[in-house]
């Protein structure tokens, strides 16, 4: 199934920033077009796509409509089917990590070492083990086919 076209506009192509935006919002449509997606969200993205249509500004409020309706359709897409752009899983991890393990780590060594300016010492760690977990996870959402090339 094919998604709905744009009708062509000067505003996409006159402002630098908004074409590369409109360029990685229409590599993100090629994409999804060779995944198999429930007739729920192609009605979901073709709407999102008459919005953007309608919008009559241009300039910056365009470019910001443009990357809100994207962050809609993708956090539909990780939401509902747990299709997610390169890197997704990494990006949340490494925060994780890094709270969730960092800071205990750098408590530990600072108590330890009764110094606290040691806290900083498991951030790092806590980093690094987030984002080997969140890569494990995007390799796995790889070979699942439930990922797609946008960064």
Request: aromatic fraction near 10%.
């Amino acid at each position: 199934m094919k998604f709905q076209e744009f009708s062509p506009k000067a505003s996409y192509t006159s402002n630098e920033k908004v074409s590369k935006k409109f360029e990685k919002f229409q590599k993100l449509l090629l994409q999804l077009e060779s995944k198999t997606l429930p007739e729920q969200t192609f009605s979901l993205i073709n709407s999102k796509i008459q919005e953007i249509d309608s919008f009559q500004n241009e300039g910056d409020l365009l470019l910001d409509f443009l990357e809100k309706k994207q962050q809609e359709i993708l956090r539909h897409l990780q939401k509902e089917l747990k299709i997610v752009p390169k890197g997704y899983y990494r990006n949340q991890w490494m925060v994780v990590g890094m709270s969730a393990f960092g800071l205990p780590f750098g408590v530990v060594f600072g108590t330890t070492l009764d110094n606290m300016a040691f806290i900083g010492i498991g951030l790092p760690m806590g980093m690094a083990i987030g984002i080997g977990i969140g890569n494990g996870m995007d390799e796995k959402a790889k070979k699942e086919g439930r990922q797609i090339d946008l960064d």
